[in-house]
């Protein structure tokens, strides 16, 4: 009965009858799964957790260790795993904060290679879906210790985990920019200066109306992102569209003696006049958005998040963007190639379509801007105006101790599921000033989370590509199931009509669940999300060091 329920979830994921589990070996010593549970109803259509130890056990003995990367909670205890876990966690469909990534790169080599290790050792990494998180770790691990190209790491894991015609394993554009970070990292003595990032002020071309803007970081060692600033109409310039304006108002240019862009005083006072008259926000303008107080985040990496509003009747306003962007200003502003010096500030720019869609798709709903600048720079101390005294990280050296972060809760009460969605919000007077067509989320108007939305297309692999999984209590032949809950014969199914003709039935809602049909209420009908192709070569943002008097063209796309 719960097979079937897996299955529902799995949707097009080819799952092995033979384990039962959803698990692949990307190599012959590192398994990525989806994340396991030990809590009803999400075991119901989730790995157990003592099927997934069982199998373990079975194949591995005792040289096996898990890394999870759930800024959402683990969904068991670390006693089920016999505290064989190291903890990791960020949120989902986001990229890692960089300054983790030696320390997972390190403890993982620490496993697989230390001084101490057996050869049959192998690391499980898990996130949610075993996909994005699981897969950004897995790669940077075979770029950074064993030597592997950014275009063969990708490769791979794609090819374990996806079903062909579902995508990439790591589709998501800021995952996929952090892997290239990695790369760079790798090639260049593996040296990470963290610093303190002020974002002075935010670039826009073609916004549309009823756009929020806001700035966000990491805090809590990586488990939790803040939303440091939110732009409200009043700190927006509205630039002339003409080609000419374009070219000599829009200026990246930051240094401490002009802290602002060159914006002439009637385009100020038309601005000003436009708002304080109540008319309607500029949509497909050129707007610079200045912040009345400094922005500062606590690590290099920065968020830029958008979200599109258009009013509607009784209340409410309808969410039909969403949209987001990570990026390292240690990385853009060329930090590893100059040995560690990065640049004190710079800009990063990229296009709408390259952006980070709804919960690791693509899809991002009716567009909202063409393109996007970020202008950034060092944060200064408030005493003497001097910049900020960086944190220089480097990978434990082998044989060392490797420090882990702090675990999220495993039961997941209190966590907020991450990632915005389109749809109907309540409007709130608070955000009158963020955009005419007010609206925030508020905390009982979401859509329902699905807890599945990413889980299509994965599939099962064993060490070296094969279908086929034997563990104890599996022959070759016909599958015994004894590691997993009782069900119906472990079909191989791929949709719910599918599931409704074996049953002997038309109609899906005829399937007999019986007591597990509470877990439905958890699950998603099934659907693929716009993954994206993953391409390396598509447009995933561009950056450049800052040089005085450099102006920023249109033309510069």
């Known amino acids: 009965m719960a097979s079937i ?38 075991r119901a259509y989730r790995n157990p957790t003592d099927a997934l130890v069982k199998f373990l056990d079975y194949k591995h003995n005792t040289d096996w260790a898990i890394w999870e990367f759930r800024a959402e909670g683990t969904g068991y205890p670390d006693s089920e795993v016999y505290g064989r876990i190291r903890h990791y966690p960020w949120p989902d469909h986001h990229p890692p904060p960089f300054a983790l990534v030696p320390n997972i790169m390190a403890s993982m080599r620490e496993w697989l290679k230390g001084p101490d290790t057996n050869p049959g050792r192998v690391v499980v990494v898990h996130c949610k879906a075993g996909k994005g998180r699981s897969g950004t770790a897995t790669c940077s691990y075979l770029i950074s210790e064993e030597g592997w190209t950014v275009e063969d790491a990708l490769s791979r894991f794609t090819s374990r985990r996806m079903r062909p015609g579902f995508g990439a394993g790591v589709s998501i554009p800021s995952q996929l920019r952090w892997v290239q970070y990695v790369d760079r990292w790798t090639k260049n003595q593996k040296l990470y200066v963290e610093r303190r990032i002020e974002v002075v002020e935010v670039h826009a071309w073609g916004l549309r109306d009823g756009v929020k803007v806001a700035v966000e970081g990491y805090i809590d060692e990586g488990r939790t992102i803040k939303t440091f600033h939110t732009f409200n109409r009043y700190e927006r310039v509205l630039v002339d569209g003409k080609e000419e304006t374009l070219t000599s108002l829009i200026s990246p240019t930051i240094s401490a003696s002009s802290p602002s862009l060159p914006i002439t005083d009637n385009t100020v006072a038309a601005e000003s006049q436009r708002s304080a008259s109540g008319g309607l926000e500029a949509g497909g303008n050129a707007v610079i958005f200045r912040p009345a107080r400094p922005i500062v985040l606590p690590t290099n990496d920065i968020s830029i998040d958008l979200e599109r509003r258009n009013k509607a009747t009784y209340g409410l306003t309808m969410v039909t963007s969403v949209a987001h962007v990570w990026f390292n200003a240690f990385f853009e502003g060329q930090g590893p190639e100059n040995h560690g010096v990065a640049a004190a500030d710079g800009v990063f720019e990229i296009a709408w379509d390259a952006m980070d869609g709804i919960k690791g798709s693509a899809r991002k709903g009716t567009q909202a801007l063409d393109r996007l600048a970020v202008v950034w720079r060092i944060a200064s101390r408030p005493s003497d105006g001097k910049p900020e005294l960086p944190q220089i990280i480097t990978e434990p050296p082998v044989g060392e101790p490797v420090p882990e972060t702090r675990a999220a809760d495993w039961k997941s009460t209190n966590i907020t599921a991450t990632g915005q969605d389109l749809g109907l919000r309540t409007a709130s007077p608070v955000s009158a000033n963020v955009s005419k067509a007010n609206s925030l989320r508020s905390s009982g108007s979401s859509p329902p989370h699905s807890d599945e939305d990413h889980l299509v297309g994965v599939k099962t692999r064993g060490p070296s590509g094969e279908d086929y999984i034997s563990h104890e209590g599996h022959s070759e032949g016909r599958p015994t199931v004894t590691i997993s809950e009782p069900d119906l014969g472990m079909l191989r199914l791929k949709s719910p009509e599918r599931i409704a003709q074996a049953q002997g039935s038309t109609k899906v809602k005829d399937v007999g669940l019986g007591k597990d049909a509470n877990a439905v209420g958890e699950m998603q009908t099934l659907g693929t999300e716009e993954a994206g192709d993953g391409k390396l070569g598509q447009d995933k943002g561009t950056s450049r060091v800052h040089v005085p008097g450099q102006i920023l063209k249109k033309d510069e796309r």
Do not use: M
């Open 5 to 42: 329920l897996r299955q529902i979830v799995a949707g097009p994921r080819q799952k092995h009858p033979e384990a039962g589990l959803d698990l692949c070996y990307v190599t012959d010593n590192i398994i990525a799964t989806s994340g396991p549970s030990s809590t009803f109803p999400k």
